[in-house]
């Protein structure tokens, strides 16, 4: 399995390597850190900047990102065959996701700072960039590091699941772990005396579609290293996730993978997820 990480100096950033390996074995481990010049990597800033100490604040910046690889590299297991120091200078989330590309990752993780959604429209956020771009899975790492034991999959539908079954049986856990498949039925306005098209028929068989649907992922799920459960909720499909999170270590999702204009007319249950539970968050693609 090929992880890349990216890192920087915040302490989200080290936690989301100690988590990693809470949650997997990994043989490949990247390091990415990309060196934010901020306002000086604009070309006629830099040229302007020259006269004043501008390579020296350059090579500064990027002697400090080579001695944070140094540091993060001390932390990973002696037993992952190959480690790698990418440090570049650039856009921390285009470093990141440029170099998943190069080395063919299975998984990209970052750290979450837990700014709110509004500050991240405003303010640009490295794991919300990522999150947005990758076309990879994406583990956001949120709170302090700690052992899985409780896992909260959530599905929408088959596509959903398949995409999360064929993930959770290729890549496993470090160690076993306890899978919750939790699918949400949006509901529908069933007030009225008149009930012409049947809402209330297709309503109860929506509910039991619901419960066979997940049983089957469950039982598809089922083996030596998973002990599964199910549930379906009623309600408004993120709330009711960040709800039944509580009490996880991390929740799976799947991502339909909209971007641009269409994520922000129609909205993406997996990133208001990710804004919202307090566990780490790992969104299969």
């Not at 590299?73 to 590309?101: C, F, H, Y």
Request: aromatic share 6%.
């Amino acid at each position: 399995m090929r992880i890349a990480i990216g890192v920087d100096w915040s302490d989200q950033a080290f936690t989301a390597i100690t988590q990693t390996f809470h949650l997997y074995h990994p043989t490949d481990v990247t390091l990415v850190h990309g060196v934010n010049l901020g306002f000086f990597e604009q070309p006629l800033v830099a040229e302007a900047a020259n006269l004043q100490g501008y390579s020296d604040f350059r090579a500064a910046m990027v002697d400090a990102g080579a001695q944070l690889l140094d540091r993060t590299a001390a932390m990973i297991p002696s037993d992952v065959k190959t480690v790698r120091k990418i440090n570049e200078i650039g856009s921390p989330a285009q470093v990141i996701l440029d170099s998943a590309q190069t080395v063919s990752a299975d998984l990209v993780v970052v750290g979450a700072r837990g700014r709110s959604r509004v500050a991240e429209t405003v303010l640009g956020s490295v794991s919300h960039r990522v999150l947005s771009h990758t076309s990879r899975p994406t583990l956001i790492v949120k709170g302090g590091a700690h052992p899985i034991k409780h896992v909260l999959v959530a599905v929408e539908g088959r596509d959903d699941a398949d995409r999360i079954l064929q993930w959770l049986t290729r890549h496993r856990f470090a160690t076993p772990v306890e899978l919750c498949v939790l699918n949400v039925v949006v509901p529908i306005g069933l007030d009225s005396p008149y009930d012409a098209l049947g809402a209330r028929a297709w309503w109860e068989g929506a509910e039991s579609y619901a419960e066979e649907f997940v049983k089957e992922t469950a039982a598809r799920l089922l083996d030596s290293q998973y002990t599964v459960s199910t549930k379906v909720a009623v309600g408004n499909p993120a709330a009711m996730v960040e709800e039944h999170a509580e009490t996880a270590d991390l929740v799976v999702v799947a991502s339909h993978g909209r971007k641009g204009l269409d994520r922000f007319l129609l909205g993406s249950v997996s990133h208001t997820i990710v804004h919202h539970v307090s566990c780490p968050v790992l969104v299969v693609r």
